[in-house]
Structure formats: structure tokens, C-alpha cells
């Protein structure tokens, strides 16, 4: 379970990050399944398997958190034997599972009291969060307009799209990337979820800078929103991802290099507010 975790969050099989964080949390109850001598054996592969888990994408800081989170809870547990250790780790792994599901469900409560019937909203990227406030939203007898961006590489926003398609009320349109500043000025408010916030600045998938730059220039409203696990103090480094040149471009490059980035950083001055589980902190 932990092998394939990894090679799923290596992969981007799965584009939310607070989703990417639960299962890499749960794939850690593989370890109560295995036989150990000792406490100590049980807690430093508890942490050699954290570690595994961190470095398949050493951006996602929700995944940081989740693992330095859980290997500090076994650790403060001083188990006294191994089925102790094996009871603190699968404890461990339920609260913060707990923490991040309550978490966006508040966050996408907070978010839904801010879309309005008739609006029309800009999103990039998939998230989780912002497809359940809409769809709290639009529960509540609002309808909405939503732009979707492509959101390259891996063109999450298709996913994006055909979600918010499904959904009563809600009508998408899919645009490429390049064409968010002419319909921005059609839409009340850009809305969309977030990697971490790290400090004075928001990392998210790139682009994401390009829109709250145009949107601030065109005065409309930009909030970003997420559980607050993503919201980082210390001990995280961001570390942007380069995606294969073959996402870009199918053929060999030949004379020319290709640079494909995954994330992109924004400073929150751009922003009109960040809703967490807390509620909303405005700018």
C-alpha cells in the first residue's frame, strides 16, 4: 500500500492535495500489519516510511504536515511494547484523517457563503474544496457561471469541468490557460483551491500567479481556499516540481529546451482572502 501510494502521488494520479494527504496518512497502517522485535524497530520504520512518503513530492505541504504530524504523535506516545505502538500509530493516523475531512467540509462552508446566485466565477485547477462549496452553494437554490482553466500540465481542469457538469445549477465552460485574462473581466470573482501558504506566499499550480495578477488589475475579487493544514509556520521548504518535457510537447525538442513547471508562487497581497476551516482572512 505504501509502494503503490507513492507511485500514485509521483504520478499526479490523484490532483487534490488534501486527498493526496489522506491516503498517504492511511498508507501508513500497512506497518500495524507488519511483525517487529522491538518498539524502537516499529518507530524508526514508521519514520523511514513517513519520509518515503514526504519525499514523493517534497512540495506538497500538506503531505509534510500530515507525516511530521503523525511520526510526533507515535513518537509522544511512548509506546511501551509494539501492539502500544501499533495502537498510537493507527490512532494517530485517524485523527489527523479526521482533522483534514472536518477541515475542508469547513472550509467549503465558509466558501459557499461567499457565491451568490448569478455569479459568475473563474476557478483553475481541481479542487476539492471549491467543487463541494459550489455544490453547497448551488444546493441552497443558487445557480453559477464557472470559467475552468485547462490548468496544464496534466489538465486537471478537465476533470474540474466534467465534476462541476454533473452538478444541478452549475454551469461550466472550459477555456484554455491563455485565455483567462479575456473572460475575466466577465466574472464577479476568481475562486480556487491551494498547495500551501508558506509566509507572505501562496504556491499553487502554475498559472495561478498570471490570474491573480490580471484579476487584481481588473479589480476582481480573488479567494483561494483550503483546509488549514496547507497553512505552514517552519520546517517546510517549498520545492517547485518540472514535470517531462513529453507533457509539453510530444516529439523530440531539437535546437530548443523545455521547461515544464508544476507550481508557480504568488504573493498574497494579490489576494482578497484565504478561507480555511477558520473562516476567512482577508488582505
Do not use: W
Not at 7 to 32: F, N, P
Not at 111 to 135: F, P, W
Not at 210 to 216: L, Q
Amino acid at each position: 500500500m505504501i509502494d503503490e501510494t507513492v507511485a500514485e502521488i509521483e504520478g499526479m494520479q490523484t490532483h487534490s492535495s488534501s486527498v493526496v494527504a489522506v491516503k498517504s496518512a492511511r498508507a501508513l497502517s500497512e506497518l500495524a500489519e507488519r511483525e517487529y522485535a522491538t518498539v524502537e524497530e516499529f518507530i524508526r520504520d514508521v519514520e523511514r516510511n513517513s519520509s518515503v512518503l514526504r519525499r514523493a513530492n517534497p512540495s506538497h505541504a500538506s503531505l509534510f504536515n500530515v507525516q511530521r504530524t503523525i511520526t510526533r504523535e507515535v513518537n509522544e506516545a511512548e509506546p511501551d511494547d509494539v501492539e502500544a505502538a501499533k495502537a498510537a500509530l493507527s490512532e494517530a493516523i485517524s485523527r489527523v484523517v479526521e482533522r483534514i475531512e472536518e477541515g475542508k467540509k469547513q472550509a467549503a462552508a465558509h466558501t459557499a457563503e461567499y457565491i451568490e446566485d448569478g455569479m459568475t466565477i473563474l476557478t483553475h485547477d481541481y479542487s476539492s474544496t471549491v467543487n463541494a462549496a459550489i455544490e453547497e452553494a448551488v444546493g441552497a437554490s443558487v445557480e453559477v457561471s464557472v470559467y475552468v482553466t485547462e490548468a496544464r500540465p496534466r489538465l486537471a481542469g478537465r476533470k474540474t469541468a466534467r465534476k462541476l457538469g454533473s452538478i444541478d445549477g452549475v454551469e461550466p465552460t472550459l477555456i484554455i490557460d491563455s485565455a483567462a485574462g479575456n473572460y475575466l473581466e466577465e466574472c464577479d470573482a476568481v475562486l480556487m483551491g491551494m498547495d500551501c501558504l508558506v509566509g507572505d506566499t501562496l504556491y499553487n499550480r502554475v498559472g495561478t500567479y498570471p490570474i491573480a495578477a490580471t484579476a487584481a488589475d481588473l479589480d476582481v475579487p480573488m479567494y483561494v481556499t483550503g483546509s488549514g493544514a496547507k497553512l505552514i509556520d517552519s520546517g517546510f521548504v517549498f520545492e517547485n516540481e518540472y514535470r517531462p518535457a513529453s507533457e509539453v510537447l510530444l516529439e523530440p525538442a531539437e535546437g530548443f529546451a523545455v521547461e515544464n513547471p508544476l507550481y508557480d508562487a504568488t504573493p498574497v497581497r494579490l489576494l482578497d482572502g484565504i478561507i480555511t476551516d477558520d473562516g476567512a482572512m482577508s488582505f
